[in-house]
């Protein structure tokens, strides 16, 4: 839902500056500013650690990742990982979820049986359908976006045609604006997904901290892949107990005590969580 709209002109020259080379270069005389921004773009993930979390949140110079990494396992040992719950459109798109982070959103679905899940930025909708595919009968996903723009994005395209979309409830708002109170404290599991910018971050974090229930579980997604979310998420977690799951860009918050929902619930009162 965020955008890159917060990073100032001169940021973003010298971030192009950094990403500069003969390859740039070549790439603009044979497919035009258009690609050669795009190689830019993403030699500059690369260069600062963002371009496959999967490899690069393991290597030695990488040194801004300071939330704990666990394996999955740990974090909930009641739940059998070896093997693979059903998936809806298993490959990934550009940013969204991989294969394997669905594989563990539908297994702690499967294990909690949530009867309402809030999902932070519907998208195209896929995620939001295999939580769903998982629910219990009388479970809902409960997902908020932007309003979608025509010919521009369809947002949760996804499920649209299918049977599950009774299990899955639309709403078109930004995490800053939304009324969240007919919510509070009532979900199970809480799946943040919307904004890469600190005032977003905040206004998300601020939602799924008041819409979680006691005892449920929170996650957070693109901790490694995008600095926003990484720089942000690594201030919280002096705070809370956030955990990394090895092998993902998933961050995970399990409120397994009253102690620590009483402070997040101290920290969203103001409408937003900023970490110091």
């Not at 005389?29 to 921004?37: E, F, I, M, N, V």
């Not at 009532?186 to 006691?214: H, M, R, Y």
């Not at 409120?255 to 920290?267: F, G, L």
Request: charged share 20%; hydrophobic share 40%.
């Amino acid at each position: 839902m965020d955008d890159d709209r917060h990073v100032s002109t001169l940021s973003r020259a010298l971030r192009g500056l950094a990403a500069l080379n003969l390859n740039a270069l070549r790439v603009f005389l044979t497919s035009g500013p258009a690609s050669a921004a795009q190689y830019v773009t993403y030699t500059h993930r690369m260069y600062t650690g963002f371009g496959l979390p999967w490899l690069w949140s393991g290597l030695p110079w990488r040194n801004d990742l300071t939330v704990p990494r666990i394996p999955v396992q740990q974090l909930f040992p009641e739940i059998d990982f070896t093997h693979s719950p059903a998936l809806l459109h298993p490959f990934p798109r550009t940013l969204s979820t991989h294969p394997h982070e669905l594989m563990i959103l539908a297994h702690v679905v499967n294990s909690l049986k949530p009867k309402r899940v809030v999902e932070f930025g519907t998208a195209e909708g896929r995620t939001a359908l295999n939580i769903a595919l998982h629910l219990p009968e009388d479970g809902e996903v409960v997902t908020l976006d932007f309003p979608p723009i025509p010919g521009q994005n369809e947002v949760g395209f996804y499920y649209w045609d299918q049977p599950l979309k009774s299990k899955i409830k639309q709403i078109f708002d930004g995490v800053d604006t939304w009324d969240s109170t007919p919510y509070h404290a009532s979900a199970e599991i809480v799946f943040c997904d919307a904004c890469d910018q600190p005032q977003g971050l905040a206004a998300e974090t601020a939602q799924a901290f008041k819409v979680v229930k006691p005892g449920g579980v929170i996650f957070r997604h693109d901790y490694s892949s995008a600095q926003g979310p990484t720089h942000f998420w690594n201030a919280l977690a002096k705070e809370l107990p956030v955990k990394h799951l090895e092998g993902t860009t998933l961050l995970c918050l399990r409120v397994q005590d009253q102690s620590t929902y009483d402070k997040m619930q101290k920290m969203a009162a103001s409408g937003r969580v900023i970490p110091a």
